[in-house]
């Protein structure tokens, strides 16, 4: 049987506008674990995600991409080619990092009809994937490479569009 990864992730909040809902914190382990397993990464890692405000998420689009735009998410891979640098204290890999609008995430969720809670399992396993050296900007076939990896785990974790994980009161 092949050895499961573990992995430290560490939620910050650097928005103040949008308190984060209950649950959220475990949903996006519980995503990063996921991919993880499904990519058969067997290192144990560190990933750090951190939520936003559609004015900072917009400076970083900017200075990173130089896009002057909002955007839900910005993955900052770490590794390369399947190479990561190692925490000395801890020996995990470090995967890098997830920055998500948490005002973005809400309003896509209202727009496509489904829960904060699918909106932010796809944003994290969407960023896990490019910090796993996935780019859907490269083909068209790696963009669905990517699609279908993305609905395998959030079906997995039974969030997937006609599903949530978390129930309205958390």
Do not use: W
């Not at 190479?83 to 890999?93: Q, S």
């Amino acid at each position: 049987m092949m050895q499961v990864s573990k992995v430290k992730v560490s939620v910050k909040n650097n928005q103040k506008e949008i308190k984060v809902p209950v649950g959220i914190r475990l949903l996006i382990r519980r995503c990063c674990q996921a991919v993880l397993s499904m990519e058969g990464f067997t290192q144990d890692a560190e990933v750090s995600v951190s939520f936003v405000s559609n004015n900072e998420i917009r400076s970083l689009n900017k200075i990173y991409r130089n896009k002057d735009s909002v955007t839900d998410v910005l993955s900052f891979p770490l590794g390369a080619d399947g190479k990561y640098d190692i925490n000395k204290e801890t020996g995990c890999a470090l995967l890098g990092d997830v920055v998500i609008s948490l005002e973005t995430a809400m309003r896509q969720a209202e727009i496509y009809g489904h829960s904060l809670e699918r909106e932010i399992g796809f944003l994290t396993v969407h960023s896990m994937l490019h910090l796993l050296g996935y780019d859907h900007e490269i083909s068209p076939l790696e963009e669905r490479i990517m699609r279908e990896k993305e609905e395998q785990v959030l079906g997995e974790l039974g969030i997937s569009r006609e599903n949530t994980y978390l129930t309205e009161e958390e």
